[in-house]
């Protein structure tokens, strides 16, 4: 039957509308909280709602789509993603273990997506603003608390984050729980986005295929590792050189505002007047004019710390100019700054500077800070250098800055990376994992207990209709069709040992049939005594009686090699064997022989296959069958428990037969006399339990007499 296209089509595209909505609802509830003016985010409701309903797919693909929409509004969301991305995990996993099919359940979880959304959103702020105070909705609370004094900016921001947001993840929450109360069951079951690429898999064995027990690594493990390694190593390559490029250019960025400010001082001091400002200074005429252009140029330049006027000399910097800063005050008009005090840098460009040379910027780091410094210089009416002009940036600046572009650039990274994860995941799992989990459990499941088991797991192997379309499928069918072909020759082969079987059973009848024919006494006497055997050994069952002997195999072996217990009669001579009369002791030793002459036989057979499996049986019944619990028995004299089970078996049942059946030279017993016989030589003759075993079963030893005799040819 071909399938419904349209229906496959409306299967596919009315979960994607529904996430598509979810993405809309998003951003509806964080517009609605921002025209009601409400210090709140309410951004992930659509995000909490596609995690639970679909999974960690559906959820991080709409918290990651919202905040790239809503870079429309602000450019920033681009960098929290990786918070909406994570809340969706949550969201996911939490929803597996049912923290939200009660209220009181998914109260517990407001916490938690307090903490991702507050907390990590805190120190991503913290670290975008280049540790200082963030302009989002909670930087107004932040500052009250950082205006107390007794908190860090970074405390108060984390404060002041993670507060709002517990307030804006329990209003969250509990819109969702009341939503997904709203959804029918059926439509919820409709909106799990699955990639099934064969028959559906139970949760039990989904939940094998991702916990699997294995050697060493798991498949599933190796793709995670494999994608983490790859995307890890791209970002780290890619941000360090990013952050090169960047630092190579913030550094000439800011070389080229210093360099600008640094002219611009210089040309704001008249350089035929610097000798009467050093002797002078503020009295000096236009000083104080000059010294405010310079203030000026430094308020309309914030990224420049320091501005100043240095005459250099032998004996250090002779100061012209110098501005206050709020860390540091300033030196004054004609003091001597010495050169021991500045970095090694600096003091290697003096001999240029008293020369009147032009130097290049410098990185310097001494008792003033760690400082990008430029010197230009200032020239007198005839063209002469007299002094220089200098402006410094802070390189913690550009540190500062360097880190909070890492940081943006590690969040971008981090959103994307858990969504390409997911998404891979997603496919590996629906394409690689679930399909050989699938394959590999009907594998497992393959049973060899009955034709009807056999069958029973090729069709699961068979409904399994991996469609991949790679060579996952052709794993698959090459699969079915070996387990198909391998049922096919474990029936033939068991059909073959059931001949064998068949095939053996029938030969040691025949030989026990060629032996028993030379005792024109025994009539059917191995027949018989095979059927006392089975019923002692099945009434030893029932009793659990020897049971660490009982095995299946045991049973069969003991049965099966039961007409062989004679076989050693085949080397005694027919006068012996069929003598009317008592025999005399040198007769009777003849026929004791009887035991290890089929001891012989025996391991002459077993000599000769590799298998002797129920022979051993055989050998034990044809060598002890005579011998006495008493130990007054024969070959060996062996007593109790030290003679084999099976021989042990097989001397009641040999006995019994004897006395019962009728001899040429001896009459019958009845089988109430010979019972009685029985339970006269236990504890002496026989094993006591055996014997009790077989008194108790009267009934059924007496049907087995009876339908041997009544079948019988002997007369």
């Given at each position: 039957?071909?399938?419904?296209?349209?229906?496959?089509?409306?299967?596919?595209?009315?979960p994607?509308?529904?996430?598509?909505?979810?993405?809309?609802?998003?951003?509806?509830?964080?517009?609605?909280?921002?025209?009601?003016?409400?210090?709140?985010?309410?951004?992930?409701?659509?995000?909490?709602?596609?995690?639970?309903?679909?999974?960690?797919?559906?959820?991080?693909?709409?918290?990651?789509?919202?905040?790239?929409?809503?870079?429309?509004?602000?450019?920033?969301?681009?960098?929290?993603?990786?918070?909406?991305?994570?809340?969706?995990?949550?969201?996911?996993?939490?929803?597996?273990?049912?923290?939200?099919?009660?209220?009181?359940?998914?109260l517990l979880?407001?916490?938690?997506?307090?903490?991702?959304?507050?907390?990590?959103?805190?120190?991503?702020?913290?670290?975008?603003?280049?540790?200082?105070?963030?302009?989002?909705?909670?930087?107004?609370?932040?500052?009250?608390?950082?205006?107390?004094?007794?908190?860090?900016?970074?405390?108060?921001?984390?404060?002041?984050?993670?507060?709002?947001?517990?307030?804006?993840?329990?209003?969250?929450?509990?819109?969702?729980?009341?939503?997904?109360?709203?959804?029918?069951?059926?439509?919820?079951?409709?909106?799990?986005?699955?990639?099934?690429r064969?028959?559906?898999?139970?949760?039990?064995?989904?939940?094998?295929?991702?916990?699997?027990?294995?050697?060493?690594?798991?498949?599933?493990?190796?793709?995670?590792?494999?994608?983490?390694?790859?995307?890890?190593?791209?970002?780290?390559?890619?941000?360090?050189?990013?952050?090169?490029?960047?630092?190579?250019?913030?550094?000439?960025?800011?070389?080229?505002?210093?360099?600008?400010?640094?002219?611009?001082?210089?040309?704001?001091?008249?350089?035929?007047?610097?000798?009467e400002?050093?002797?002078?200074?503020?009295?000096?005429?236009?000083?104080?004019?000059?010294?405010?252009?310079?203030?000026?140029?430094?308020?309309?330049?914030?990224?420049?710390?320091?501005?100043?006027?240095?005459?250099?000399?032998q004996?250090?910097?002779?100061?012209?100019?110098?501005?206050d800063?709020?860390?540091?005050?300033?030196?004054?008009?004609?003091?001597?700054?010495k050169?021991?005090?500045?970095?090694?840098?600096?003091?290697i460009?003096?001999?240029?500077?008293?020369?009147?040379?032009?130097?290049?910027?410098?990185?310097?780091?001494?008792?003033?800070?760690?400082?990008?410094?430029?010197?230009?210089?200032?020239?007198?009416?005839?063209?002469?250098t007299?002094?220089?002009?200098?402006?410094?940036?802070?390189?913690?600046?550009?540190?500062?800055?360097?880190?909070?572009?890492?940081?943006?650039?590690?969040?971008?990274?981090?959103?994307?990376?858990?969504?390409?994860?997911?998404?891979?995941?997603?496919?590996?799992?629906?394409?690689?994992?679930?399909?050989?989990?699938?394959?590999?459990?009907?594998?497992?499941?393959?049973?060899?207990?009955?034709?009807?088991?056999?069958?029973?797991?090729?069709?699961?192997?068979?409904?399994?209709?991996?469609?991949?379309?790679?060579?996952?499928?052709?794993?698959?069918?090459?699969?079915?069709?070996?387990?198909?072909?391998?049922?096919?020759?474990?029936?033939?082969?068991?059909?073959?040992?059931?001949?064998?079987?068949?095939?053996?059973?029938?030969?040691?009848?025949?030989?026990?049939?060629?032996?028993?024919?030379?005792?024109?006494?025994?009539?059917?006497?191995?027949?018989?005594?095979?059927?006392?055997?089975?019923?002692?050994?099945?009434?030893?069952?029932?009793?659990?009686?020897?049971?660490?002997?009982?095995?299946?195999?045991?049973?069969?072996?003991?049965?099966?090699?039961?007409?062989?217990?004679?076989?050693?009669?085949?080397?005694?001579?027919?006068?012996?064997?069929?003598?009317?009369?008592?025999?005399?002791?040198?007769e009777?030793?003849?026929?004791?022989?009887?035991?290890?002459?089929?001891?012989?036989?025996?391991?002459?057979?077993?000599?000769?296959?590799?298998?002797?499996?129920?022979?051993?049986?055989?050998?034990?019944?044809?060598?002890?069958?005579?011998?006495?619990?008493?130990?007054?028995?024969?070959?060996?004299?062996?007593?109790?428990?030290?003679?084999?089970?099976?021989?042990?078996?097989?001397?009641?049942?040999?006995?019994?037969?004897?006395?019962?059946?009728?001899?040429?030279?001896?009459?019958?017993?009845?089988?109430?006399?010979?019972?009685?016989?029985?339970?006269?030589?236990a504890?002496?003759?026989?094993?006591?339990?055996?014997?009790?075993?077989?008194?108790?079963?009267?009934?059924?030893?007496r049907?087995?007499?009876?339908?041997?005799?009544?079948n019988?040819?002997?007369?």
């Amino acid at each position: 039957m071909e399938p419904d296209t349209k229906t496959n089509r409306w299967y596919i595209i009315r979960p994607a509308l529904f996430y598509v909505f979810m993405v809309l609802v998003n951003i509806f509830f964080n517009r609605l909280v921002g025209k009601l003016g409400l210090p709140l985010f309410v951004d992930n409701v659509g995000t909490m709602s596609a995690a639970i309903l679909g999974g960690y797919l559906p959820g991080v693909v709409v918290g990651y789509v919202t905040n790239i929409v809503n870079m429309t509004a602000d450019t920033t969301n681009a960098y929290y993603a990786v918070i909406s991305a994570l809340i969706a995990v949550a969201a996911t996993y939490m929803s597996q273990k049912g923290m939200f099919e009660k209220f009181g359940k998914t109260l517990l979880t407001v916490p938690v997506f307090a903490l991702l959304g507050g907390g990590l959103g805190s120190i991503l702020t913290f670290l975008f603003y280049g540790y200082g105070m963030g302009e989002g909705i909670s930087a107004p609370f932040a500052k009250e608390l950082l205006a107390k004094g007794s908190l860090s900016v970074f405390q108060a921001q984390l404060i002041s984050d993670v507060s709002i947001d517990i307030i804006d993840k329990l209003i969250t929450v509990v819109i969702v729980f009341f939503f997904l109360k709203l959804i029918p069951a059926k439509i919820k079951d409709e909106l799990k986005v699955t990639g099934w690429r064969q028959e559906p898999l139970s949760k039990d064995v989904m939940d094998a295929a991702t916990h699997n027990d294995t050697r060493s690594v798991s498949l599933r493990a190796k793709i995670v590792l494999i994608i983490s390694v790859v995307m890890i190593f791209v970002a780290v390559v890619t941000t360090s050189i990013s952050y090169i490029l960047y630092r190579t250019f913030a550094i000439k960025e800011y070389t080229n505002v210093g360099i600008s400010v640094a002219k611009l001082a210089a040309s704001t001091v008249d350089g035929d007047m610097v000798e009467e400002y050093l002797e002078k200074g503020e009295a000096a005429e236009g000083y104080i004019e000059t010294e405010e252009r310079l203030e000026k140029i430094r308020e309309t330049n914030p990224d420049i710390e320091y501005i100043y006027v240095y005459m250099v000399q032998q004996d250090g910097c002779h100061v012209v100019f110098d501005l206050d800063t709020p860390e540091m005050k300033a030196e004054n008009p004609g003091d001597i700054v010495k050169l021991e005090d500045f970095d090694e840098i600096l003091r290697i460009n003096v001999p240029k500077m008293m020369a009147g040379e032009e130097v290049e910027p410098m990185i310097t780091e001494d008792k003033y800070g760690h400082l990008l410094t430029d010197f230009e210089p200032i020239m007198d009416s005839t063209g002469k250098t007299v002094c220089y002009a200098g402006a410094d940036i802070q390189m913690e600046d550009i540190l500062i800055n360097g880190i909070s572009f890492l940081s943006r650039v590690a969040a971008m990274f981090l959103g994307f990376f858990i969504l390409i994860l997911v998404l891979c995941v997603w496919l590996a799992d629906y394409h690689l994992i679930y399909p050989i989990a699938a394959m590999t459990h009907s594998a497992r499941k393959f049973a060899y207990d009955s034709e009807e088991a056999l069958d029973v797991s090729v069709e699961r192997l068979n409904n399994l209709h991996v469609r991949t379309g790679d060579e996952i499928e052709n794993l698959y069918e090459s699969l079915s069709k070996t387990i198909a072909e391998t049922v096919g020759y474990i029936e033939d082969v068991k059909e073959k040992g059931e001949e064998i079987a068949h095939m053996q059973n029938g030969l040691i009848y025949v030989l026990a049939d060629l032996v028993e024919s030379r005792d024109k006494n025994t009539g059917d006497h191995v027949r018989k005594t095979a059927a006392y055997v089975r019923l002692i050994l099945e009434k030893m069952q029932e009793k659990g009686i020897y049971t660490e002997y009982l095995t299946d195999e045991y049973i069969e072996d003991v049965c099966n090699s039961a007409p062989l217990h004679d076989v050693g009669k085949i080397k005694v001579s027919d006068l012996i064997l069929n003598k009317p009369g008592k025999l005399d002791d040198n007769e009777f030793e003849i026929m004791k022989s009887h035991t290890t002459a089929g001891n012989d036989i025996i391991a002459s057979a077993m000599a000769l296959v590799s298998d002797s499996g129920y022979l051993k049986e055989a050998k034990n019944l044809a060598t002890y069958h005579h011998e006495k619990w008493d130990g007054s028995g024969y070959p060996s004299g062996k007593s109790g428990e030290d003679i084999p089970l099976s021989a042990r078996i097989m001397a009641v049942a040999d006995v019994f037969d004897a006395l019962v059946s009728k001899r040429s030279y001896k009459k019958p017993f009845t089988i109430e006399e010979a019972l009685g016989i029985i339970k006269e030589g236990a504890g002496k003759h026989f094993d006591p339990k055996l014997a009790e075993l077989f008194i108790e079963a009267e009934d059924e030893v007496r049907k087995i007499a009876e339908e041997h005799e009544k079948n019988s040819d002997y007369k």
